[in-house]
Protein backbone atom coordinates (compact mmCIF):
# COMPACT_ATOMS: atom_id res chain seq x y z
CA UNK A 1 0.00 0.00 0.00
CA UNK A 2 1.44 3.36 -0.99
CA UNK A 3 2.10 6.00 2.11
CA UNK A 4 1.41 9.66 1.17
CA UNK A 5 2.18 12.32 3.60
CA UNK A 6 -0.43 14.90 3.22
CA UNK A 7 -0.18 18.79 4.56
CA UNK A 8 -2.24 17.92 7.36
CA UNK A 9 -0.43 14.92 8.31
CA UNK A 10 2.81 17.18 8.33
CA UNK A 11 0.58 19.88 10.60
CA UNK A 12 -0.51 17.19 12.92
CA UNK A 13 3.31 15.89 13.69
CA UNK A 14 4.35 19.49 14.12
CA UNK A 15 1.79 20.03 16.70
CA UNK A 16 2.88 16.67 18.58
CA UNK A 17 6.14 17.46 18.61
CA UNK A 18 5.24 21.40 20.23
CA UNK A 19 2.47 19.65 22.58
CA UNK A 20 5.59 17.22 24.03
CA UNK A 21 8.16 20.32 24.20
CA UNK A 22 5.49 22.13 26.36
CA UNK A 23 4.87 18.89 28.41
CA UNK A 24 8.74 18.81 29.02
CA UNK A 25 8.66 21.88 30.08
CA UNK A 26 6.06 21.89 32.45
CA UNK A 27 7.52 18.81 33.73
CA UNK A 28 11.03 19.80 34.11
CA UNK A 29 9.52 23.08 35.82
CA UNK A 30 7.96 21.33 38.93
CA UNK A 31 11.30 21.51 40.76
CA UNK A 32 11.97 24.31 42.60
CA UNK A 33 15.42 25.22 44.15
CA UNK A 34 14.05 26.74 47.60
CA UNK A 35 16.07 29.73 49.77
CA UNK A 36 18.80 28.45 51.93
CA UNK A 37 21.32 29.82 53.72
CA UNK A 38 25.30 29.64 53.23
CA UNK A 39 26.93 27.64 55.80
CA UNK A 40 29.55 30.40 55.57
CA UNK A 41 26.65 33.01 57.13
CA UNK A 42 25.35 30.76 60.19
CA UNK A 43 26.18 32.67 63.54
CA UNK A 44 27.57 29.60 65.64
CA UNK A 45 30.66 29.57 68.84
CA UNK A 46 33.61 28.37 67.31
CA UNK A 47 32.69 24.73 68.27
CA UNK A 48 29.71 24.62 65.89
CA UNK A 49 26.94 24.63 69.05
CA UNK A 50 23.37 25.15 68.73
CA UNK A 51 21.70 27.46 70.36
CA UNK A 52 20.47 24.27 72.76
CA UNK A 53 20.16 20.45 71.60
CA UNK A 54 17.57 20.02 70.63
CA UNK A 55 17.00 23.00 68.88
CA UNK A 56 13.34 23.60 67.77
CA UNK A 57 11.54 25.51 65.23
CA UNK A 58 8.00 25.49 64.25
CA UNK A 59 6.65 26.64 60.86
CA UNK A 60 3.07 26.86 60.76
CA UNK A 61 0.33 28.82 58.56
CA UNK A 62 -3.54 27.86 58.96
CA UNK A 63 -3.78 24.06 59.22
CA UNK A 64 -0.35 23.20 58.24
CA UNK A 65 2.49 22.82 59.83
CA UNK A 66 6.13 21.88 60.00
CA UNK A 67 8.26 20.88 63.57
CA UNK A 68 12.24 21.07 62.43
CA UNK A 69 13.85 19.24 65.35
CA UNK A 70 17.60 20.19 64.86
CA UNK A 71 19.90 17.73 66.96
CA UNK A 72 23.74 17.66 67.61
CA UNK A 73 24.61 14.12 67.42
CA UNK A 74 25.68 12.39 69.82
CA UNK A 75 28.78 10.01 69.70
CA UNK A 76 27.55 7.65 72.77
CA UNK A 77 23.92 6.99 72.49
CA UNK A 78 24.23 4.87 75.92
CA UNK A 79 22.66 7.72 78.19
CA UNK A 80 19.20 6.49 76.83
CA UNK A 81 17.75 9.44 79.56
CA UNK A 82 19.57 12.04 77.50
CA UNK A 83 17.65 15.20 77.83
CA UNK A 84 17.91 16.06 73.84
CA UNK A 85 16.17 11.89 73.39
CA UNK A 86 13.39 13.52 76.51
CA UNK A 87 12.80 16.81 74.63
CA UNK A 88 12.12 15.20 71.50
CA UNK A 89 9.63 12.56 72.61
CA UNK A 90 7.75 15.78 74.47
CA UNK A 91 8.04 17.91 71.42
CA UNK A 92 6.71 14.93 68.60
CA UNK A 93 3.73 13.98 71.25
CA UNK A 94 3.08 17.10 71.43
CA UNK A 95 2.67 18.03 67.65
CA UNK A 96 1.54 14.81 67.08
CA UNK A 97 2.36 14.76 63.76
CA UNK A 98 0.86 12.87 60.35
CA UNK A 99 4.52 11.85 58.75
CA UNK A 100 7.96 11.77 59.93
CA UNK A 101 10.91 12.99 58.18
CA UNK A 102 14.34 11.35 59.32
CA UNK A 103 17.94 11.80 58.36
CA UNK A 104 20.44 9.12 57.26
CA UNK A 105 18.60 6.51 54.95
CA UNK A 106 15.29 4.30 54.82
CA UNK A 107 14.15 3.11 58.39
CA UNK A 108 11.36 0.92 56.58
CA UNK A 109 11.41 -2.28 58.50
CA UNK A 110 12.93 -1.50 61.45
CA UNK A 111 11.17 -2.39 64.37
CA UNK A 112 12.32 -2.17 68.21
CA UNK A 113 10.79 -3.78 71.12
CA UNK A 114 10.99 -1.15 73.08
CA UNK A 115 12.17 3.10 73.35
CA UNK A 116 15.36 2.42 75.01
CA UNK A 117 16.32 -0.57 72.14
CA UNK A 118 15.17 2.25 69.72
CA UNK A 119 17.79 4.80 71.49
CA UNK A 120 20.87 2.26 72.09
CA UNK A 121 20.76 0.94 68.82
CA UNK A 122 19.70 4.36 66.37
CA UNK A 123 19.88 7.31 68.47
CA UNK A 124 17.27 9.94 67.68
CA UNK A 125 17.14 8.03 64.08
CA UNK A 126 15.91 4.87 66.32
CA UNK A 127 13.47 7.26 68.61
CA UNK A 128 11.59 8.78 66.36
CA UNK A 129 10.36 5.65 64.48
CA UNK A 130 9.73 4.06 67.47
CA UNK A 131 7.72 7.32 68.21
CA UNK A 132 6.53 7.46 64.73
CA UNK A 133 4.94 3.49 64.76
CA UNK A 134 3.10 4.68 68.08
CA UNK A 135 1.04 6.80 66.14
CA UNK A 136 0.84 4.69 63.57
CA UNK A 137 2.60 6.95 60.78
CA UNK A 138 5.28 6.58 58.09
CA UNK A 139 9.02 7.65 58.74
CA UNK A 140 10.39 9.24 55.04
CA UNK A 141 14.04 9.41 54.40
CA UNK A 142 14.80 13.06 54.25
CA UNK A 143 18.32 12.15 52.22
CA UNK A 144 18.88 11.78 48.95
CA UNK A 145 20.21 8.20 47.75
CA UNK A 146 23.72 8.37 47.30
CA UNK A 147 23.64 7.53 43.17
CA UNK A 148 21.93 10.89 42.93
CA UNK A 149 24.03 12.74 44.99
CA UNK A 150 27.24 11.50 43.48
CA UNK A 151 25.74 12.67 40.23
CA UNK A 152 25.46 16.05 42.09
CA UNK A 153 29.06 16.35 43.04
CA UNK A 154 30.51 15.18 39.38
CA UNK A 155 29.19 18.23 37.93
CA UNK A 156 31.27 20.09 40.37
CA UNK A 157 34.37 18.04 41.36
CA UNK A 158 36.89 15.43 40.06
CA UNK A 159 36.00 11.73 40.93
CA UNK A 160 39.14 11.57 42.91
CA UNK A 161 38.03 14.67 45.05
CA UNK A 162 34.03 13.88 45.93
CA UNK A 163 35.14 10.16 46.59
CA UNK A 164 37.88 10.77 48.51
CA UNK A 165 35.45 13.67 50.28
CA UNK A 166 32.58 10.71 50.93
CA UNK A 167 35.33 8.01 52.11
CA UNK A 168 37.06 10.21 54.70
CA UNK A 169 33.40 11.52 56.11
CA UNK A 170 31.19 8.46 55.80
CA UNK A 171 33.61 5.53 56.35
CA UNK A 172 36.81 6.79 57.60
CA UNK A 173 35.20 8.72 60.65
CA UNK A 174 33.05 5.92 61.81
CA UNK A 175 36.05 3.51 61.97
CA UNK A 176 37.98 6.69 64.40
CA UNK A 177 35.67 7.28 66.49
CA UNK A 178 34.60 3.16 66.81
CA UNK A 179 38.99 3.54 67.82
CA UNK A 180 39.27 1.20 64.52
CA UNK A 181 43.15 1.98 63.89
CA UNK A 182 44.52 -1.55 62.68
CA UNK A 183 45.59 -0.83 58.95
CA UNK A 184 44.35 -4.20 58.15
CA UNK A 185 40.69 -3.68 59.86
CA UNK A 186 40.67 0.03 58.31
CA UNK A 187 41.85 -1.54 54.54
CA UNK A 188 38.92 -4.15 55.15
CA UNK A 189 36.47 -2.25 55.85
CA UNK A 190 37.34 0.40 53.47
CA UNK A 191 36.80 -2.49 50.65
CA UNK A 192 33.41 -3.56 51.77
CA UNK A 193 32.82 0.45 51.80
CA UNK A 194 33.48 0.50 48.26
CA UNK A 195 31.77 -2.68 47.19
CA UNK A 196 28.30 -1.87 48.86
CA UNK A 197 27.64 2.17 49.24
CA UNK A 198 30.08 3.33 46.14
CA UNK A 199 29.66 1.22 43.64
CA UNK A 200 26.39 -0.96 44.31
CA UNK A 201 24.42 2.03 45.67
CA UNK A 202 26.08 5.07 44.40
CA UNK A 203 26.00 2.56 40.60
CA UNK A 204 29.13 4.14 40.37
CA UNK A 205 31.95 2.06 38.21
CA UNK A 206 35.60 2.23 39.83
CA UNK A 207 38.52 0.87 37.96
CA UNK A 208 40.71 -1.92 39.66
CA UNK A 209 43.48 1.23 40.58
CA UNK A 210 40.88 3.34 42.12
CA UNK A 211 39.64 0.47 44.21
CA UNK A 212 43.28 0.19 45.94
CA UNK A 213 43.26 2.17 49.10
CA UNK A 214 46.90 3.43 47.36
CA UNK A 215 45.01 5.67 45.37
CA UNK A 216 42.82 6.49 48.10
CA UNK A 217 45.66 7.78 50.33
CA UNK A 218 47.51 9.58 47.40
CA UNK A 219 44.43 11.20 46.77
CA UNK A 220 43.58 12.09 50.26
CA UNK A 221 46.97 13.72 50.79
CA UNK A 222 46.30 15.87 47.64
CA UNK A 223 43.21 17.03 48.80
CA UNK A 224 44.08 17.53 52.16
CA UNK A 225 47.63 18.29 52.30
CA UNK A 226 49.17 16.00 54.25
CA UNK A 227 49.27 11.81 54.56
CA UNK A 228 46.68 10.21 55.96
CA UNK A 229 46.94 8.97 59.53
CA UNK A 230 43.67 7.77 60.69
CA UNK A 231 44.48 9.12 64.38
CA UNK A 232 44.97 12.66 62.86
CA UNK A 233 41.38 12.42 61.11
CA UNK A 234 40.37 16.15 60.99
CA UNK A 235 36.41 16.78 60.77
CA UNK A 236 35.05 18.84 57.76
CA UNK A 237 33.88 22.26 58.56
CA UNK A 238 31.38 23.98 56.20
CA UNK A 239 32.23 27.01 58.19
CA UNK A 240 35.46 27.13 57.15
CA UNK A 241 35.73 28.70 53.55
CA UNK A 242 39.58 27.85 53.21
CA UNK A 243 40.41 24.58 50.79
CA UNK A 244 38.60 22.65 48.27
CA UNK A 245 38.01 19.60 51.36
CA UNK A 246 35.78 21.96 52.89
CA UNK A 247 33.96 23.16 49.97
CA UNK A 248 33.35 19.21 48.34
CA UNK A 249 31.68 18.91 52.34
CA UNK A 250 29.79 22.49 51.93
CA UNK A 251 28.56 21.12 48.50
CA UNK A 252 27.38 17.93 49.73
CA UNK A 253 25.97 19.46 52.56
CA UNK A 254 23.75 21.67 50.36
CA UNK A 255 22.90 19.17 47.67
CA UNK A 256 20.90 17.47 51.17
CA UNK A 257 19.74 20.58 52.22
CA UNK A 258 17.68 20.93 48.64
CA UNK A 259 16.58 17.45 48.48
CA UNK A 260 15.19 17.90 52.00
CA UNK A 261 13.24 20.99 50.80
CA UNK A 262 11.85 19.22 48.28
CA UNK A 263 10.78 16.26 50.34
CA UNK A 264 8.83 18.45 52.69
CA UNK A 265 7.42 20.29 50.21
CA UNK A 266 6.25 17.11 48.07
CA UNK A 267 4.77 15.73 51.83
CA UNK A 268 3.15 18.96 52.88
CA UNK A 269 0.71 18.70 50.31
CA UNK A 270 -0.96 15.19 51.31
CA UNK A 271 0.08 15.81 55.05
CA UNK A 272 -1.21 18.84 57.57
CA UNK A 273 1.84 18.68 60.06
CA UNK A 274 5.63 17.11 59.44
CA UNK A 275 7.85 16.05 61.68
CA UNK A 276 11.57 16.34 61.19
CA UNK A 277 14.81 15.13 63.41
CA UNK A 278 17.69 16.27 61.54
CA UNK A 279 21.35 17.50 62.11
CA UNK A 280 21.50 21.09 63.37
CA UNK A 281 22.99 22.88 60.65
CA UNK A 282 20.34 21.77 58.40
CA UNK A 283 17.69 23.52 60.13
CA UNK A 284 19.90 27.06 59.83
CA UNK A 285 20.43 26.39 56.62
CA UNK A 286 16.99 25.39 55.51
CA UNK A 287 15.12 28.21 57.34
CA UNK A 288 14.62 30.45 55.08
CA UNK A 289 13.17 27.25 52.64
CA UNK A 290 10.92 26.18 55.26
CA UNK A 291 9.21 29.57 55.77
CA UNK A 292 9.23 29.67 51.92
CA UNK A 293 7.63 26.14 51.59
CA UNK A 294 4.87 27.14 54.20
CA UNK A 295 3.78 30.40 52.93
CA UNK A 296 2.65 28.94 50.02
CA UNK A 297 -0.43 28.22 52.01
Known amino acids: MKFSITPFFCFSILFLLISCNKNEKIKTSVTQNFKTKSYLDLKLDSFGHLP ?5 IEFKKKDKSITFCGVEHLT ?12 IEKSFLKTNPSIAINEGGSVDGKKYASKKEAILKDGEIGLLKYL ?7 TVNGDPEIDYELKELSKLFSRQEFLTYLITERLLWSLYDSKVTNYDSIVSNYNKFLANYIIKKGKLSLSPNEKAFDYFKENYQKLVGRPFEINSLKPTNPFDKNGRFQEIGRK ?5 DQFLLQKT ?3 LKSNNRIYIVFGGWHLLTCEPGMNQIINQY
Open 52 to 56: SNPYI
Open 76 to 87: DNSDVNNKMFQD
Open 132 to 138: SDSLKIK
Open 252 to 256: SKEIR
Open 265 to 267: NEL
